[in-house]
């Protein structure tokens, strides 16, 4: 079955860069998402890949993906303390399942 | 737009005793999901209504958890009894519907935190 994984913290000082990384293991996977969790809140879709492009930027936001070492990143660059959250990769199984499958999530702790 | 709405926001219940949470999707959106998010962990899946009708509950524990959608808009989903496992945040998402990238965007509410004692 599909596995996604992620390491559980990240510490940056304000105005760095950060870099959260993902494994995944479902080589049908199509499309893959970045969402974001604040406190108390839901997710909050961030940005997404098809799995046919290596590099999406959009804003402060680059994803890269290896599609050969099924590795995903997300950079956030000029990191603010806004960006302290809960950060979800999740893999879109567009075969017969049909459904988002989550990583455990990365807390990224933005420090003044 | 309005998003996804859910309650209630917190429910406290001893186990053994039932519970129920309800979710109103986004105006539009056929598909409904229903997510379990343990603390510590992603959010998993447990069922899936395109419209009214289910079209996946494979992860649903079925011996205590229900969850309905008759009208193809609000659904409800229910534990009973609850168990101290049971704990954990439930996120209701909808979709426009199950296909392509963008219509399968799936749009979170802000989730009903359930502490079992």
């Known amino acids: 079955g599909e596995d996604v994984e992620q390491s559980l913290f990240l510490s940056v000082r304000e105005g760095d860069s950060s870099v959260i990384n993902c494994t995944y293991t479902d080589s049908s996977s199509t499309y893959l998402y970045w969402y974001k969790q604040e406190p108390g809140a839901g997710l909050q879709l961030l940005t997404y890949?098809?799995?046919?492009?290596d590099m999406k930027q959009d804003q402060r936001l680059t994803v890269l993906l290896n599609k050969k070492d099924k590795h995903l990143s997300l950079r956030i660059a000029d990191t603010q303390t806004g960006d302290s959250a809960i950060y979800f990769c999740?893999?879109?199984?567009?075969?017969?399942?049909?459904?988002?499958?989550f990583g455990s999530g990365t807390q990224l702790t933005v420090l003044p | 737009e309005a998003g996804v709405a859910q309650s209630p926001r917190y429910k406290i219940i001893e186990k053994r005793q039932s519970v129920a949470f309800w979710c109103n999707p986004i105006s539009g959106h056929a598909t409904l999901y229903w997510y379990q998010q343990i603390l510590g962990q992603g959010p998993k899946l447990l069922i899936q209504?395109?419209?009214?009708?289910?079209?996946?509950d494979s992860q649903l524990p079925k011996d205590r958890f229900s969850a309905e959608r008759l009208k193809g808009v609000d659904s409800t989903l229910k534990i009973q009894p609850a168990k101290l496992e049971d704990s954990a945040v439930y996120l209701c998402?909808?979709?426009?519907?199950?296909?392509?990238?963008?219509?399968?965007?799936?749009?979170f509410g802000p989730g009903t935190r359930l502490t079992v004692l």
């Open positions: 890949i098809f799995s046919n492009m």
């Open positions: 209504f395109q419209n009214n009708g289910v079209v996946d």
């Open positions: 999740a893999e879109w199984d567009s075969g017969s399942a049909r459904q988002l499958t």
């Open positions: 998402a909808s979709s426009l519907e199950r296909g392509g990238i963008f219509r399968n965007e799936q749009f």
